[in-house]
């Protein structure tokens, strides 16, 4: 009810959003082509090297082309899955086996829509300093003040208390008259500037208050990420079941099962960094981060989790037991061909680029880096926008390096660690935080004693993991022998 949404911003949030989907869907196309360059270069073989752009020509600008063959590789793979016959099996269920693909692209693109993937600035708060007796009246007051004596009434007022009640969002005009009145107040007595001058500025600054963000201010930021993601959960089991195959069935529960479990462990994670931020806004978040330095100094082991808790959403090695071809062939997946299979990958590796954003704003500061905040104008707002994508390529690439580092878990395995590993790991998490906030032992040095606890933790965990007895591999087999010898009873293990 503050903020001014002129037509300049409404064009430029338009073009931002029509740039961010047509990148999504080729920066998808050509991270498919990377994570085959880097199991090529893992396995030491070559990879895709023949669908590329060379001409044959031996002069400028042909010559730049020449060794970058497979670029044209994700544009043969699109036309082919373009092409091909859509088969449908016979016996499924058809409105839910075509609604699946729909459903896993349709949920990581609207993840998208509140995660920031450019330089952002939060919008200033609005802070309750009324007192009982300001609160009291405004549930008596029944006629609305005309536009003067709300002026004279927010000059005049001297009545506020020193600690807010937390950010406020006035009901009524006379709830929001009362609001600013003890918010000037307070201003005044400490020396500081008003909301409505704050607002002012914000308002005032057109380029510095383009939001790189597709719905900039929501304050639920990261619960409707959260709430969004766990739907995917959906397409995977829908698919499997719909398939009416028996390997799919297994992946799609599997995948039910392993997608609730880790979603626990993720949340809980994240509990911690609200605490200490006090907001679920992800624009305020990056702010906090530029200001007191990013999360992942101070809670170590709060993304560490959640970094392993994305693996397990995103279905990528060494969580991929709903696809597993060595066991269900394909998973979840395996009766789709043509742009229905194109659609599962789309949606997973758009997955993959919304939980890569996410993680770089929630641990990573976003934006930031030293100095980078200081740069005026457009010239900051493309260094911010380069900063961003290089931490998120990063952390894709870390997606794809692991896929070729560690083997697949068994599904009791799987289980076990989110149960028994990152559930207890992530209340200790959170307990640390609890601790530091409420009894404050280290005054300004408070977030280092968090790093210290965590990083403690971590190990004591890896100890006691180490230390545990190894549990055995298969149950007990009884063997009896021979009748012709006798029973003899052997317990092999």
């Given at each position: 009810m503050y903020?001014?949404?002129?037509?300049?911003?409404?064009?430029?949030?338009?073009?931002?959003?029509?740039?961010?989907?047509?990148?999504?869907?080729?920066?998808?196309?050509?991270?498919?082509?990377?994570?085959?360059?880097?199991?090529?270069?893992?396995?030491?073989?070559v990879g895709p090297n023949r669908v590329g752009f060379d001409f044959g020509f031996n002069f400028f600008p042909f010559t730049l082309l020449r060794g970058m063959g497979g670029l044209g590789q994700p544009i043969a793979d699109g036309l082919k899955f373009l092409l091909k016959e859509q088969v449908i099996p016979k016996n499924v269920d058809k409105i839910f086996y075509l609604m699946a693909p729909c459903i896993a692209v349709s949920t990581a693109l609207l993840a998208l829509a509140v995660i920031p993937f450019g330089p952002t600035k939060a919008a200033p708060v609005l802070l309750d300093y009324r007192t009982e007796e300001m609160l009291a009246e405004v549930a008596k007051?029944?006629?609305?003040?005309?536009?003067?004596?709300?002026?004279?009434?927010?000059a005049e007022n001297n009545e506020y208390q020193e600690t807010p009640r937390g950010a406020a969002w006035p009901a009524t005009e006379t709830e929001k008259v009362?609001?600013?009145?003890?918010?000037?107040?307070?201003?005044?007595?400490?020396g500081t500037e008003p909301f409505r001058e704050r607002i002012k500025l914000y308002n005032s600054e057109k380029l510095d208050r383009v939001q790189f963000v597709i719905a900039p201010h929501v304050d639920i930021g990261v619960v409707f990420v959260l709430a969004i993601g766990s739907l995917a959960v959906y397409a995977i089991v829908l698919g499997g079941w719909s398939s009416n195959n028996k390997y799919s069935?297994?992946?799609?529960?599997?995948?039910?099962?392993?997608?609730?479990?880790?979603?626990?462990?993720?949340?809980?994670?994240?509990?911690?960094?609200?605490?200490?931020?006090?907001?679920?806004?992800?624009?305020r978040l990056i702010d906090y981060q530029v200001e007191q330095g990013w999360n992942v100094l101070f809670q170590p082991l709060a993304c560490l989790l959640f970094i392993v808790s994305l693996f397990a959403e995103c279905n990528r090695v060494p969580f991929d037991l709903p696809e597993a071809e060595q066991e269900l062939v394909g998973g979840f997946h395996t009766e789709y061909s043509g742009m229905k299979f194109a659609l599962f990958f789309l949606?997973?590796?758009?997955?993959?680029?919304?939980?890569?954003f996410l993680v770089v704003a929630l641990f990573f500061g976003g934006w930031h880096l030293p100095f980078v905040g200081e740069l005026p104008g457009v010239a900051g707002i493309v260094v911010k926008l380069l900063v961003f994508a290089v931490k998120m390529a990063?952390?894709?690439?870390?997606?794809?390096?692991?896929?070729?580092?560690?083997?697949?878990?068994?599904?009791?395995?799987?289980?076990?660690?989110a149960w028994k590993v990152m559930m207890p790991l992530a209340l200790i998490s959170l307990l640390i935080v609890l601790f530091v906030q409420h009894f404050r032992p280290l005054g300004e040095y408070d977030r280092w004693l968090m790093t210290g606890v965590s990083l403690l933790s971590l190990w004591l965990a890896a100890v006691v993991s180490l230390r545990m007895p190894k549990p055995p591999t298969r149950a007990p087999i009884t063997y009896v022998g021979h009748p012709i010898h006798g029973v003899r009873r052997l317990s092999v293990n």
């Open positions: 903020f001014e949404f002129t037509t300049f911003h409404l064009v430029v949030t338009l073009i931002l959003i029509g740039a961010l989907m047509a990148v999504i869907q080729g920066t998808c196309a050509y991270l498919i082509l990377a994570e085959r360059k880097i199991s090529a270069w893992a396995q030491d073989r007051r029944t006629r609305p003040m005309t536009p003067e004596e709300q002026e004279r009434f927010i009362y609001l600013l009145a003890a918010d000037a107040a307070h201003a005044r007595a400490n069935f297994l992946g799609s529960l599997r995948a039910s099962a392993q997608m609730i479990s880790y979603e626990i462990p993720m949340g809980m994670s994240l509990l911690g960094v609200f605490l200490i931020t006090g907001s679920l806004n992800v624009e949606g997973e590796y758009t997955h993959m680029i919304a939980t890569s990063l952390f894709i690439i870390f997606y794809m390096y692991i896929r070729w580092t560690i083997p697949r878990f068994r599904f009791d395995q799987l289980m076990g660690l």
